[in-house]
């Protein structure tokens, strides 16, 4: 790569750390620390959340899908959207006035309200185990895709880059870092995508002609999806709006309902349509650069084995001059910061407020910013010593909504419910949905393993439910 696109990223991550040396001094205790003073503006909120929420994962891997079914890939944010929007007329008042009555500071401390501390005990350990998941496994991806554009940069550097940077601006700046760096991140993302590299592309691979000649007509087709697919999305995406520990921080960090419910509008809004289809029309045209033979000079031939979700950072970096492709490798890596900042943030809030019971310390700060560094310093560590990460990503992910959206839908319903119904859904749901996936079994219709584990965690919390007495949980 040339030097004046290392020095742009270079630029770009030095400047990330600028921000949360900024907000160091700015921060006087936990409340700003976790959920920025909760004074924070509709826009940033919701910039953050989509930057969140949209992350590494799905800005790669909706190329991937473009690569291989074309438009109809973008139905996956279209559950994003679904799930913002739901979740902003259901969820975010009935939350947002009561942290504003209790000081909430975590998830955990919602189902507290309607449990138990012992319940809210468990669903602190899950939540903490899985956000430390997805922040190595956010690490992970970033210093992967470094590696493979930067051929000087050894896989063992590009991890100890991305990992310390991260780590880094977020134990410095808190939650108020992590909003502000996420709204520069989306904008630079959004930016690079779509004034950069969609026109660029488009022209370099042929226009539409080029399109129409080399692709299958299903490629611009919305329904080349079989409904099991599109249900497994919705069921999959959904969820995780309500019970993301990210998501709850940022609900806090608001400063009335009302503007917590613009951002959520205003995040899926920017899911879908502007991300889904800017991140699905990239994944097209590098499939079309593919079957051309485009991209020979990057070592993939026609014919030749390729990674779908590499497709569009090869044709990236094959067609776009000098200068543009730093800002476009920033932008795609602000997409994996500003999930894996958001992540550390919720582990760290886990395990500081739910099961150390550490908030309310006189050092609480101090603390917070120390939880933060350990847990950022773990996730890297399991970065080096776990190549499958992100398989337990997938299966932290599934744990947590199998276990926890049932119990969060009850809570809104009704808030005296029954601490051993919400406990054992908890776990009957999370280990069903495990197990299926550890056991590879064909299931019926194709479906996801995590839509059996909400079943199974419905049925065991109704079940539980109408017993007469409603002993408290003792671990």
């Not at 800005?59 to 079914?69: A, D, K, P, Q």
């Not at 139905?75 to 009555?101: E, N």
């Not at 470094?146 to 808190?174: C, D, E, H, K, N």
């Amino acid at each position: 790569m040339h030097w004046i696109d290392l020095t742009i990223f270079t630029v770009y991550l030095i400047f990330m750390l600028g921000v949360g040396f900024f907000f160091l001094r700015k921060n006087k205790d936990t409340d700003d620390y976790f959920v920025g003073g909760r004074r924070m503006s509709s826009l940033h909120i919701g910039l953050s959340v989509v930057a969140t929420d949209v992350g590494g994962g799905f800005s790669i891997g909706l190329g991937g899908l473009g690569f291989v079914m074309g438009v109809s890939g973008s139905w996956l944010l279209f559950s994003g959207l679904i799930g913002a929007w739901l979740t902003a007329v259901v969820l975010v008042p009935k939350v947002h006035r009561l942290s504003q009555r209790q000081n909430l500071l975590s998830f955990p401390q919602f189902l507290e309200n309607s449990y138990s501390k012992q319940v809210a005990l468990i669903a602190g350990i899950i939540s903490a185990i899985g956000y430390l998941g997805f922040t190595s496994s956010q690490i992970l991806a970033g210093a992967k895709l470094a590696a493979a554009t930067f051929p000087s940069l050894s896989f063992t550097t590009a991890l100890l880059v991305m990992g310390v940077i991260a780590v880094f601006y977020t134990v410095l700046g808190g939650l108020k870092a992590v909003i502000y760096t996420d709204t520069i991140q989306w904008i630079i993302l959004m930016g690079g995508l779509i004034f950069v590299a969609l026109p660029l592309c488009y022209f370099a691979v042929g226009g539409f002609d080029a399109i129409r000649e080399t692709l299958p007509a299903s490629y611009l087709s919305f329904t080349n999806i079989s409904w099991q697919q599109f249900l497994n999305w919705m069921i999959t995406v959904i969820p995780i709006w309500f019970i993301g520990m990210t998501l709850y921080q940022r609900i806090y960090a608001s400063r009335t309902p009302k503007s917590a419910q613009r951002a959520w509008f205003i995040a899926g809004l920017f899911e879908y349509p502007l991300m889904a289809f800017t991140g699905v029309l990239l994944g097209l045209l590098a499939k079309v650069a593919y079957e051309n033979g485009m991209l020979a000079v990057s070592g993939f031939p026609i014919g030749s084995e390729i990674d779908s979700e590499m497709g569009l950072p090869v044709l990236l970096k094959t067609v776009l001059p000098v200068g543009l492709t730093g800002i476009v490798l920033s932008a795609y890596f602000s997409a994996i910061m500003s999930t894996a900042d958001s992540c550390l943030m919720a582990a760290s809030g886990n395990v500081l407020t739910d099961i150390i019971k550490g908030h309310n310390h006189p050092s609480g700060l101090r603390i917070s910013q120390l939880l933060t560094f350990a847990i950022g310093a773990i996730a890297l560590l399991l970065a080096f010593k776990m190549p499958n990460v992100l398989d337990l990503m997938l299966h932290s992910y599934t744990f947590m909504v199998s276990g926890l959206f049932i119990p969060v839908i009850a809570a809104l319903i009704k808030t005296n419910n029954n601490p051993l119904a919400a406990f054992w859904s908890m776990i009957v749901g999370g280990c069903t949905s495990l197990t299926l996936i550890i056991l590879n079994l064909d299931l019926p219709f194709g479906l996801d393993p995590i839509i059996f584990g909400i079943a199974s965690s419905l049925a065991v919390f109704v079940l539980l439910s109408f017993t007469k007495k409603t002993p408290q949980v003792s671990i």
